[in-house]
Each structure stands twice: as structure tokens, then as C-alpha cells.
DNA sequence: TTATAAAAGGACATCAATGTCCTTTTATAA
DNA sequence: TTATAAAAGGACATTGATGTCCTTTTATAA
């Protein structure tokens, strides 16, 4: 499971996506409400994303969050990356601080068809092919797709 | 990702199977070791086996943890539920309260596969099953299998 | 040029997971 | 029957994730 701050971070993300679509640069209040979440944690959230180049913002009247162009194939893995590290796709199972093919814990082999299907889905999907299925109408970012 | 109290519990729990097909009772001290665990907590998880019925133990001189007869068929399913509860095997990966085949969220096909790919091992594979395998030699419990 | 609106950042607060310590209960061996 | 060994249990400590508040910086509009 990935952790609230990630699912934040990812939400917070496709909504700054789609509102830049609309040419508009959603501010830490407008983004809070939307995702429903706190709006100081998010502020965080957010500077932890700027600060490591996974969005841009402006300060100041008219400032906001939004993507350079640099900045419009991040997928889930970069943004996993960031926020919580990368423990999920290594990790044993069963706990173990050796486990490999040559050492394998008993839970070992099917486990690792479920992490790395979960890898495969957050290398695959970015947050532009997210925002996309909603702007389509074929997903919601939170109750109803408005 | 299992909470660590739930790879302790597993671990645990493998463990007292193995002594026990060796016909023996470990204690909490033997089993902490085992399992590269802080002896206290150790002792705390296990309390919640034995209170939930998971396992067996016996107070006083000679006692220990063991599993009888009902308990001789213990998925993982059931571990986790009852230390860390079945969140997982239902949380929305996007962290949507409201998501569902009806009303999804832009992960919601993809990371329903994966999920119901470790709900499916979990309710499939066993203490008993791990054991076996630790048993036969195809699997370690720690470093070494000894 | 100044007032204002917005992000950045530091310091602190809360809560749940993890971990520790000490006392109580209980079964068994001597 | 008593001493001992072991689990049970209560109270507290630590840590990391989550959350809050207030000040600082900075861009823009008036």
C-alpha cells in the first residue's frame, strides 16, 4: 500500500495536470480541496515535488503550481520515488533482510509476481495518462468527474 | 506492504510449526531470536496470536507456543487480518474513499489485478505450506537455512 | 513603489506503529 | 508445598508519518 502522503502527492498531481490543460495554474488552497487533504500538509506535499523538479511553481500574485514541458511524461515510479522511496519494490515479503533467487524466503516466488506487477503499472502509467482517462470521463479523481 | 508486526507474526508462527513437527514448545525468548525480533514485542504479537485462537501456548515451566489440532491449517489471510486488519485487500490504490467498478479511479482496473493477485496468494498459501518448504530445503526463515 | 497574494520554509503538535520494562498469573519440577 | 520458569498484561518510551501554525520570500497588480 502505497502511503497517504504518495497518494496526496499523485492526486495533488493530476489535478494540477488537468487544470493546466485548462491554461489555469491551481494554487495550494484549490489543489487541497480537490484532493481532500489537509491544506498545510499539502503545501508540503507540494514543495517536496517543486523541490525535486517533478512540477514548477510561481510565487507570488498569480503564481501556482504547473508542468514544464520537460516535465509531461512523469510516471507513478518518479513520484513513488520521491515521496516515500522506493522500499515497496525491493522489499521481501516476508520480511527478510536477505532474500533473493539463491536465498529465497517461501513466499519468495509469488511475491514477486505481484511487486513486480505493481512495478510495471507505476513505470507504465504517468500522471498524464491518469489525467487523460478523467478528462475522458473515464475515471474520477475524487466523487464525480466535474 | 505488510506492517512489520505482520512479518514478525508470520515469521513466528513458522517457526513455532517447525519446532513443534520437531515436537517441541518454543518460547518467546527462542522464537525473538529466530526471527531477529526485539524479544518484548515478540512477546506482545504473539499474545494477539494466542488471544485470536491463531496458536496455542501454555503457561509455566516447560510451556511455550504451539499449534493443536484446529489450527493446523492457518493461511496468511488469517495472520494478517487479525494483526494488521484487511485494508489492503481493499484500499482504493489511489486512495479514493469512493471507488469502485461503477465509479473508478484512473487506477483502478490495474491495481485491482495486483491486489487480488496478493489476496489470492495469501489466501492460498499457509503457515503449514511455508513450513513445508522451509522443511524440504527450498526456502530459508532467516539467513542460513539451519 | 507599495500593497497584496502566493509559495517556501521552520518549528512545533498529534497519532499510530514499534519497542521496552516491570508486575501478575500460572503450570510444573523439586 | 514451594521455588522456578514461562506466558499474560499494564504502563510507558521512542520514532516516523501525518498534520498545524506562523514567518519569510518573491512576483505581480495597483
Chains 1, 2 share one sequence.
Not at 12 to 37: H, S, T, Y
Not at 85 to 104: S, T, V
Request: glycine share 8%; proline share 3%; aromatic share 8%.
Amino acid at each position: 500500500m502505497l502511503s497517504k502522503s504518495t497518494e496526496y502527492a499523485i492526486r495533488a498531481l493530476v489535478f494540477v495536470q488537468l487544470r493546466n490543460w485548462e491554461q489555469k495554474r491551481p494554487g495550494v488552497g484549490e489543489i487541497a480541496k480537490e484532493i481532500e487533504a489537509p491544506e498545510a500538509y499539502t503545501a508540503k506535499i507540494l514543495q517536496t515535488l517543486t523541490k525535486n523538479k517533478l512540477m514548477d511553481s510561481m510565487k507570488g500574485r498569480g503564481g501556482g503550481f504547473f508542468f514544464n514541458d520537460n516535465q509531461s511524461n512523469l510516471t507513478l515510479y518518479d513520484v513513488i520515488h520521491v515521496v516515500e522511496g522506493d522500499a515497496c519494490f525491493h522489499k521481501c515479503g516476508f520480511g527478510l533482510k536477505q532474500c533473493n533467487n539463491d536465498n529465497p524466503c517461501p513466499l519468495h516466488e509469488q511475491y514477486k509476481v505481484v511487486r513486480d506487477g505493481f512495478f510495471e503499472i507505476v513505470k507504465t502509467e504517468t500522471i498524464q495518462s491518469l489525467s487523460e482517462k478523467i478528462k475522458q470521463g473515464d475515471a474520477v479523481l475524487n466523487r464525480l468527474n466535474t
